[in-house]
């Protein structure tokens, strides 16, 4: 019923820059918290980010001055801007999104992941 549909990831060096995008398409009737969240080989998914409809920021500590998360309501998107980014970034991201269906309900949805490659 919900679609998240990343893009942005790809190969940088470090010290580079890559900016994420999430798009969320579907039955939605409002859209609460999104977030951005990685999974490193051999690692747990772990969250970079996360968002309020209000547009309130949350990072993880590893972060905080190099990423800003923002979202656009009216697009029902988010984004990850990703700044000086390190080899330890390297990882598959994915986007979520707290979802009110039109049918009242909420429901948790993830996107299919995007690849972020950072090279030393």
């Known amino acids: 019923q919900v679609q998240l549909v990343e893009s942005g990831g790809g190969l940088v060096q470090a010290g580079g820059s890559l900016r994420l995008s999430c798009a969320a398409s579907?039955?939605?009737?409002?859209?609460?918290?999104m977030g951005w969240y990685r999974q490193a080989p051999g690692n747990q998914r772990e969250l970079v980010a996360r968002?309020?409809?209000?547009?309130?920021?949350y990072y993880a500590d590893s972060v905080k001055g190099r990423f800003t998360i923002s979202r656009d309501n009216a697009l029902n998107t988010v984004y990850l801007q990703m700044s000086s980014l390190k080899p330890e970034d390297t990882a598959v991201y994915f986007c979520?999104?707290?979802?009110?269906?039109?049918?009242?309900?909420?429901?948790?949805?993830w996107g299919q992941g995007t690849l972020v490659t950072v090279s030393s």
């Open positions: 979520s999104a707290n979802v009110r269906l039109v049918s009242r309900t909420y429901v948790e949805v």
């Open positions: 579907g039955s939605i009737f409002s859209i609460n918290d």
């Open positions: 968002i309020s409809s209000g547009e309130t920021g």
